[in-house]
C-alpha cells in the first residue's frame, strides 16, 4: 500500500496545482463525503447514450469525465440497461427514452429535460431524457451539479425547462483584442490565429456556458467595427460557431450601422435606401452561408457616437427593421439596444465608449437623462418587426450599484423587451472587488412594474409571459478575459455562473446559486460554505453602501469609471458630469425627478410613482434618486441626513472589513493560491471602500458644512489629495487592460 | 488495491488536465524509468539546509516540491547528515558546506554551485554547496534538472559558474499592458493591481528565471514611457522587485531621456545641465530608497522617435554618462542601446516603436543602415564611464533570421559590450511559428570578430575575456505574455529556456539544450526526444529558407512585420522600406556592401571581409547581404541564383511540412491539448511558409523574367492578390494584442 499513499500524496499535490480557477465550476475533484461517495459510486456502474450527433457526444464525454473526476468510476457502456446504470437521450436517440417519455407523457420542450430514477423489478436506473439532444446535455450538466454538490441521488424526479429563450452573453471586445469594461486581461477570442488555431479555451468557453444554459454570445463590442462584417473576420466568426455548436450556443455579431458605407462602398446606410436594404440581405446571406444557425446582430445606434439612422433622418424602429427583414428569411433576431441617449453629440470617441465621460470643454445642456430611453421608445412601441427585441439595460443610467428599474419595462408591451445586465463591474469595483451580483438581478427582475396592475413584474415583461411575447431574451455584458481564471477576481466567475443559472429560472434565490456556486468551485464543507455564502449575500449592500448610499449615482472617476470622482463638472456633456446626478449645493442633495424637477418619475405606472414620489415615503434606497433632500431631512432611523450619509459610508466600509475578517478564517478550506488571491483582492477592496467614503463625505462636506460625527473614523486625507489623483492607465477604456 | 487503481487513474487524469504548460520546465512529474526512480528514491532520504536567508528557503522549498513531485518521496528533515541525505548550503549557513569547500579547496564564486556525491564511511550523502545563497538556489534548480532529465545521481562532480554576469530579459511592455512585439497576449505586469496584488505568476516568473540563471529583468518598453519614474510605479516596481528578490533577480527599468521635462518640470533634458544632472541624481537616490538592489537603466535615445542627448547637440556617451553618474554611488549600471539610426527623422510615432515602418509619404534618403551603429558609436569607444555597458543588437540590422554579427562587437574593445538577442519572433513567424533560436543565438557568439586575431569570437567580447571587462552582460527580448502558457507558441518555451541556459554557458550545444528542455518540458521517452529534437533543429534554417533565403533581409510586412510585403516602397525613410534591402532590378538582387557600394564591410576586421567581400567566394547564406548578384548568377550547386532562390524558397516549405509530419507522428508522447494547439500551430506555419514562397518568387519574378522551374509546386494566387492583403490588427503593434 506504501506506492498507493504516494499516489495519494501526488493526487493531492497535482490538486493543489491545479487549483488556478481555469477549471470554473467544473473541477470534477473526487467526492469528499464518504456516505454519498458509495452511494454514487453504486449507482454509476454503466451508461448508455447513442451519440447520434456532436452534442450528445459532448454529453456523453462531460458525464463520463464528470463521473470520473468525482467518483473515481470508469463506467463501462452498456447496450441495454443493467442495473445502476445511467440513460441519457432523446426519443430519436434512444428507444428506451421514447418509451419513458411516452409512458410518462412528459414532454420537456425545446431545452428542457428530465432527470429520474426509474426502478423496474431489480433494476435501479439514472434516465436524463429530453425532446432535443441539447435537453440531454443540459440534462448531464444538472446531474453533474447533483453530484458536484453533493445531493443525495435516490428518487430522482427532475423537470426542468428554461424561462426565457434567448440567454446570452455580450462581449464587449475589440478586435484588438482589448476588451471595453473588462478588467481580467485580453479577449479570449485571438483574430489574429483564428480560424486555423482552436484555443482550448474556446472549447471551455463553451463547456462553462451550456453547463449554466447560456446559448447565445455576442462576440464583438457594442461600439462596434465593421471590419467584423468583411470576409476574413466571418471566417473567423464560423470557426468559432462550428466549436460552439455542439454545446447549444449561437454565435451573434454586432453591426455597425454605417458599414454599408465603411465596407459596402455604398454613399449612404440610410435604412429605406433600396441599395443598403439590398446590401445587408446580401451580407446576411453571406453570413449563414458561413453559419447557418447564426443568431443575428446586436446594435448599438444613435448613442455615444455611434451612428444611426436618425443620422439619416429615420427612427430607432426604421433601422432595427432595416436588420430584421435582412435576417428573418434565416430565423435571425436583432436585438437593437434602448441605451441611447441624446444624439446631439456625435463627436465621442467611441474609443472611450459605452458610459464614458470625457473632458471635452463646453457642456451641452441636455435632458434628464433617465428620461431619454422612454422618450425615444415608447412612441415606437408596436412599430419593431416580429424578430426585433429592445435590449434595456436593468436601470435608466447606466449599471450603477443600484438603480431603480427602468421605466420602459412598463411602457412597451406590443414589443419584446430583453433584459441588459452587466456582468463585469464597471461601476462595481471593477476587478479587484467582491460583488455578487444576483442580488442586484434578482431586484430589478422582481420589482413590480404595475403595468398591468399588481403581479407585473420585470421578470414576466423579460419573460414574455405579461405580455405574450413569444420571443424572449436576456443578456449580460461578459466579465471574461484571458486570465487564468477567466475573470480576474475568482468571485467574478459567480456573477458569470448567477447569470445563466437566473436566465434559465429566475425564482432560484441568490442564495442558492450562490451555494451551488461555491460548493462546486470550491468546497462542499458547510463551515465553508455557511461563512462564504454571508461573505457574497452581503457583498452588493457593501458596495452600494461605500460607493452610492441612499440613491447617489454615476459620481464614478471620469470615462475609466474608476474610484469616486464626485466632484466633477468639466466632462463634454452636462450629463457625463457627476455633479450632474447628485446636485449636491448648500441646500441639500438628491436629483429632483418628482413633477417639481425633471418630472421623470410620470414615466413609471402610478403605483410606482406613489412608492417613490413622497421624500418622506419613499424607499431610502432610492431617495436621491429622486429626490434633492435638505441635509438636515430626518431620516428613518431619526438621523439627519448628513449623519445617515455618514452613516451607510461607514457601514460599507465596516462590511469589507467584516468580509476580510470572514474570509481570512477560512483557509482550512480553500487551497493556498485562490486563498491567498481573494486575500490581497479583499486588502485592495477595503482600501478603496475607505478612499470612497473619505473622498466622497470630504467633498459632499464643502456642501453640508456638517461635521462628519466623532464616532466615525475621520478622512486621513484631504479632499485636495483625493481630487489629484489620476489614472492615465486605469483598465477596460481607450486600449487599456 | 482497488482503491489505489482508482487513484493512479484519477492521478493520471489531473496529470492530464495541468498539461496546459503554465508550468513551463519545471513541471516535476514522476520519473517515469523504474530504476532511476529506485535509485532517486532511495538516495533521496533527508535534506539538511538551514533556511538563514529567504533565498535559502525558496531554494528548499523547491527542493521539496521538486522530488517530491519527481519521487514521491516526502523527505524528512536531518540536523546532522544520515545516509542517503541531500545536503545543501554555504559556509555562513552550514558548518558541514563550510568543512566541505575548505577541505576540496572549492571557491564555486559568487553565483556558482558545485554538486558532489559524498561518501563517508557507509554514509553516502549529496552536497549542494556555494559561496552565496544564490548559488545553493541555483544548484538546486541544476539537481532537480538532473531527475527531471534521468539521469544518474551516483558519483556526481559537478562544477558550475556563469560565464557572463548580467543575465538579463528585455520585456517591451508598455503601462496599459500592451506589449510591443508581444505574440503570447498581454503584459503579466498587471500595473493596476500592483503594489497590493501579488499574481502567482510574478512568483512563478521569478522561478522559471532562477532556473535557468537569468538574474535580471527590464520591466519596461525601450519606447519608454516617463510615468514608470513617478511614485505610484516606482511602489509598484518595488513590490515586484521584494518578489523577485529571493531568486536573486535584479529589477531594472527604461528611463526616458526627456524625463526631466515630462515628469520634473525642467525646461530641459540636457545631459550637460546641472540641474538635469541633480534631477537625475534624486531619482536614483528615491529608487534606490524603495529597491536597494535596483539594477539600473536601459535605454534607448535619438533612436526611432525616442528622444536623447544629440537633441541637445550631446553625444551618446554624454548621456550615458549622466545616468552612469547618477547610478553609481548606488552600484547600478547602465544599458546603452547601440540600436540607433539616422536621427534626422525625430517624428516616429512610438506607439509603432521598434524596427517600425510606416507609410507616411516622402521618403528620407538615409546612409546604408547597416554602417549607422558602427559609425555613431565607434568614435565613442572610451569615452563612457564603467558601470556603462553598451547593448548591441547581434546583426546590424533588426533581428532578421539570419544576419551577420554586427561589426561593433569587433570594434569597441575599451567599451563593454552586452548583446541584445530578442526571443519574441517578431521576424520569424511571430506567435504562430515553431522556430528554435538557439542555432541563431549560438551562430552570433561563435562568430569570429578577428578584433585580436584568430579566435576573437564574439562570446569573448561579451563575456568580457576578450578585453578584459570586468561587467559583462547578455540581453534577451522577452517573448512572455499572459497567455496561460507564457510564451503563445508552446515551443516559444525553448527560446527563453535557451536563452538563459546560453547566458549562463554559451559553450553549451543547441541539440543539449533542446534535449534537456524537450526532457523536462515533455517527456524522458527516446523516440519523442529524437524526433521533436530534430524537428527544433530544423527549424531556425526552415524559416530562414522559407523567408529570407541567401541573405535576404528585412523584406517583411510593414510596421507589423507580419508575413512578406518585400514589394513595400513607400514608408516614411527610404530604409523602412524592404525595396530598400533587396534591391532588386533587371540586373539582380542584393545589397551591394562591398567597396563599390555602401562599403559597409570595411566595418568589419580585415580576416572578416575576406570571407565576404568577393561574391564568388562568400558564403552564400550572407550573399545577398553584401552582394547584388546577377539572376543568372552560378552558385556553388550549379543552379542559377534564381533557380537557387526557386529551391530554397521550396525547400524551407518543405521542412515546414517535414515538420508536421514529423510532429503528427509523436502524438502518443504528449497529453492532448499540447499536441494538438502545436499540430494546429504547424498547420499556420506551413500555410504561412508557402504564403512567404509565393509571394517572394511572383515579386522576384518581375525582375528575373525567369519562370519557377516546373519541378517546384507553383502558386496558386497571383502577386495582386498577394499585395492587397491588408492586417490591420496584427498583434505585436499600436495597441494590438
Not at 438621523?639 to 474570509?663: H, I
Request: aromatic content about 12%.
Amino acid at each position: 500500500m506504501k506506492s498507493c499513499f504516494l499516489y495519494i500524496f501526488l493526487m493531492a499535490s497535482l490538486c493543489l496545482k491545479a487549483e488556478n480557477g481555469y477549471e470554473l465550476w467544473m473541477r470534477y475533484v473526487r467526492v469528499q463525503n464518504p456516505v454519498l461517495l458509495k452511494q454514487y459510486q453504486s449507482a454509476l456502474k454503466y451508461y448508455a447514450i447513442q451519440t447520434t450527433s456532436a452534442t450528445l457526444s459532448v454529453a456523453k464525454n462531460e458525464l463520463l469525465k464528470g463521473i470520473e473526476g468525482l467518483t473515481g468510476n470508469r463506467i463501462n457502456e452498456t447496450q441495454g440497461t443493467e442495473n445502476n446504470s445511467i440513460i441519457a437521450g432523446t426519443p430519436a436517440s434512444s428507444a428506451f427514452i421514447k418509451r419513458f417519455l411516452d409512458a410518462g407523457n412528459y414532454h420537456p420542450g425545446k431545452e428542457g429535460y428530465i432527470i429520474q430514477s426509474e426502478k423496474t423489478g431489480s433494476k435501479s436506473r439514472i434516465v436524463i431524457a429530453a425532446d432535443n439532444d441539447i435537453g440531454v446535455l443540459y440534462g448531464v450538466f444538472a446531474f453533474l451539479r447533483l453530484l458536484q454538490t453533493e445531493q443525495n441521488i435516490h428518487d430522482l424526479f427532475i423537470e426542468s425547462s428554461p424561462k426565457i429563450q434567448y440567454r446570452i452573453l455580450n462581449h464587449w471586445d475589440n478586435l484588438n483584442r482589448t476588451v471595453e469594461r473588462g478588467y481580467a486581461g485580453a479577449s479570449i477570442w485571438n483574430w489574429h490565429t483564428l480560424p486555423d488555431y482552436i484555443d482550448q479555451r474556446y472549447i471551455d468557453y463553451a463547456r462553462a456556458n451550456a453547463s449554466v444554459g447560456i446559448n447565445g454570445t455576442v462576440l464583438t463590442n457594442v461600439n462596434a467595427n465593421s471590419l467584423t462584417l468583411t470576409a476574413p473576420y466571418l471566417q473567423k466568426v464560423k470557426a468559432l460557431a462550428d466549436v460552439f455548436r455542439p454545446y447549444g450556443i449561437k454565435v451573434f455579431l454586432t453591426a455597425k450601422f454605417s458599414a454599408p458605407e465603411e465596407i459596402g462602398g455604398l454613399k449612404t446606410a440610410d435604412p429605406l435606401n433600396a441599395e443598403v436594404k439590398n446590401w445587408w440581405r446580401q451580407k446576411c446571406n453571406e453570413i449563414y452561408a458561413l453559419i447557418p444557425d447564426f443568431g443575428g446582430f446586436l446594435i448599438k445606434a444613435n448613442s455615444e457616437g455611434q451612428p444611426g439612422p436618425q443620422g439619416y433622418g429615420r427612427t430607432h424602429a426604421d433601422g432595427a427593421n432595416l436588420f430584421a427583414d435582412a435576417l428573418a428569411p434565416h430565423g435571425g433576431i436583432v436585438m437593437w439596444r434602448a441605451f441611447v441617449y441624446d444624439v446631439r453629440v456625435q463627436n465621442t470617441n467611441e474609443h472611450f465608449g459605452e458610459g464614458h465621460q470625457e473632458a471635452t470643454g463646453n457642456a451641452i445642456a441636455a435632458e434628464d437623462r433617465f428620461k431619454q430611453a422612454y422618450d425615444e421608445f415608447k412612441p415606437l412601441d408596436g412599430k419593431f418587426r416580429k424578430n426585433v427585441l429592445l435590449q434595456v439595460k436593468n436601470g435608466p443610467i447606466d449599471f450603477q450599484p443600484r438603480e431603480p428599474f427602468s421605466p420602459l419595462f412598463g411602457a412597451m408591451p406590443q414589443t419584446p423587451l430583453m433584459m441588459e445586465f452587466q456582468l463585469t463591474q464597471e461601476y462595481l469595483g471593477q476587478g479587484t472587488h467582491l460583488v455578487y451580483e444576483a442580488p442586484l438581478f434578482k431586484e430589478c427582475l422582481d420589482a413590480d412594474t404595475y403595468a398591468k396592475g399588481s403581479g407585473s413584474a420585470v421578470a414576466r415583461v423579460i419573460d414574455g409571459s405579461l405580455n405574450d411575447h413569444p420571443v424572449t431574451g436576456i443578456a449580460g455584458v461578459a466579465n471574461i478575459g484571458n486570465d487564468i481564471n477567466w475573470t480576474g477576481h475568482p468571485f467574478g466567475q459567480a456573477n458569470w455562473y448567477a447569470f445563466g443559472r437566473l436566465a434559465w429560472d429566475y425564482h432560484l434565490s441568490s442564495a442558492q446559486v450562490a451555494e451551488e456556486w461555491l460548493r462546486q468551485t470550491f468546497s462542499n464543507n458547510k463551515i465553508f460554505i455557511a461563512a462564504a455564502q454571508k461573505i457574497m449575500l452581503a457583498s452588493r449592500e457593501a458596495v452600494v453602501n461605500y460607493m452610492t448610499p441612499l440613491g447617489l449615482h454615476h459620481i464614478m472617476g471620469t470615462g475609466h469609471h474608476y474610484g469616486p470622482a464626485p466632484w466633477v463638472d468639466n466632462a463634454g456633456r452636462a450629463d457625463w458630469n457627476p455633479v450632474y446626478y447628485h446636485k449636491a449645493d448648500a441646500a441639500g442633495i438628491g436629483f429632483d425627478r418628482t413633477a417639481a424637477g425633471s418630472n421623470a418619475l410620470a414615466q413609471y405606472q402610478p403605483e410606482v410613482q406613489k412608492q417613490w414620489n413622497n421624500r418622506s415615503t419613499c424607499d431610502e434606497k432610492y431617495l436621491l434618486w429622486f429626490h434633492h433632500v435638505p441635509w438636515s431631512f430626518k431620516m428613518n432611523t431619526g438621523r439627519s441626513l448628513w449623519d445617515e450619509l455618514c452613516y451607510k459610508y461607514n457601514a460599507g466600509v465596516d462590511s469589507v472589513r467584516w468580509m476580510r475578517e470572514q474570509w481570512n478564517r477560512l483557509n482550512a478550506y480553500v487551497d493556498a493560491e485562490r486563498f491567498t488571491s481573494i486575500k490581497l483582492l479583499l486588502g485592495i477592496q477595503e482600501k478603496e471602500a475607505v478612499w470612497w467614503r473619505n473622498a466622497c463625505l470630504l467633498y459632499f462636506q464643502t456642501f453640508s458644512k456638517m461635521a462628519i460625527p466623532s464616532k466615525y473614523e475621520q478622512p486621513d486625507k484631504t479632499l485636495t489629495y483625493y481630487k489629484s489623483l489620476k489614472f492615465l492607465y486605469a483598465p477596460g477604456i481607450g486600449g487599456n487592460l
